[in-house]
DNA sequence: CGCGCGATTGAGTAATTTCAAATCTAGTGG
DNA sequence: CCACTAGATTTGAAATTACTCAATCGCGCG
């Protein structure tokens, strides 16, 4: 099965062969085509997500129809909506494609299966959160302080990939700008 | 020991009698008064710490020595540098006491330890940096996209005790906005 | 009573948003 | 291969919002 999950794993926490047959068992795939949903607001959330290939976008609207993106996944990302896979409600936010999309699915009783069963796999979530609590830290600080062009380029230095595959509307909303704003900036 | 400590963690996952005083084992107590650091930028960090009593800052000052305030922690809260203590790393932000403080202290070490030990802790840990994980998502969405007056109004929704206990000067650094700008808002 | 600190108020300024229009680009069909 | 269209990006100008700086107020405490 997928080498690359291996590898993502095995960055946090070796596993052996039968571990990670066992692991990847629990998966599923999962391919979606630019524009489609992976989870709709108000929906239920049954899964976690790892992208295979594509980038996809979490967002929420808000009142005035107002898109705010939380996120963004590529390669190698996990992507659900957290707050309702965690307490099972409903979904608050959207996610779909950006581009097409190959995706693991992990159910959320498998993964808590695999957390009860595999010490291994427990540590890696934790720690894969806890680096997404630390990551999220970064960019309220961004948020908090800093103008468009120190927001832009934070970005622009922490993954220059994924600006290249962005319409630059999608990267406004990320920054908390608008696309006029953005636009006059220098794009280095 | 605590018994505040251990209804925190049952609020997740169940404890046995021997498991609880084991892991209460592995604090230490410590005890701050108003003004004290926890954590000094620069400094190594060596713990988590969980707030029985009282109310700390964790803060980033910018090159212009402006303060922006990443979190607060009251009592049930923990708090640290977790950039720093998850990568052995030196301190990007300082914690410092709002109030006198008692703190429960748990080192990298001990917290390993624990999570390698006892699934009930690992799984602990890991859904408290999910919720965090989510808390920090929709700090973000107010951020991105929400006036003051709004901001305002979520946090004296999410905890109005919070508020009572914080100079206005603070809170205005938490929300994103100058003293001035948040003494302007209504105040319910 | 007066000092000191935090909070408030006022006025001017800077930055960003908004609205509108023009330009550019990629994909489509002739 | 070219013209055409829809969507995305850029540009311009006005309006809004929050910031900054300065002055004042209010309260607790010595």
């Known amino acids: 099965m997928s080498i690359a999950l291996r590898q993502h794993i095995e960055k946090i926490t070796p596993l052996t062969n039968a571990e990670f047959d066992y692991v990847a068992g629990m998966f599923t795939t999962k391919k979606l085509t ?64 950006i581009e097409d999309c190959e995706l693991l699915v992990l159910s959320r009783e498998n993964k808590e299966k695999l957390c009860d069963e595999l010490h291994s796999i427990a540590n890696f979530f934790r720690k894969k959160s806890s680096a997404g609590y ?24 922490l993954s220059p990939k994924l600006l290249q595959r962005l319409p630059k509307t999608l990267l406004a909303s990320y920054l908390g700008v608008s696309r006029e704003t953005l636009s006059r900036l220098s794009h280095p």
Chains 1, 2 share one sequence.
């Open 134 to 157: 630390v990551a999220l830290q970064q960019r309220i600080l961004f948020l908090l302080n800093k103008n468009p062009q120190d927001r832009y380029n934070r970005l622009y230095q």
């Open 34 to 97: 630019k524009h489609q949903f992976l989870i709709q607001e108000d929906h239920e959330v049954f899964n976690d997500y790892w992208v295979v290939k594509g980038l996809l976008k979490a967002y929420h609207t808000d009142g005035d129809g107002r898109m705010h993106i939380l996120q963004f996944a590529m390669e190698d990302w996990w992507i659900s909506d957290y707050q309702a896979l965690n307490n099972q409600t409903r979904a608050t936010i959207a996610i779909d494609c």
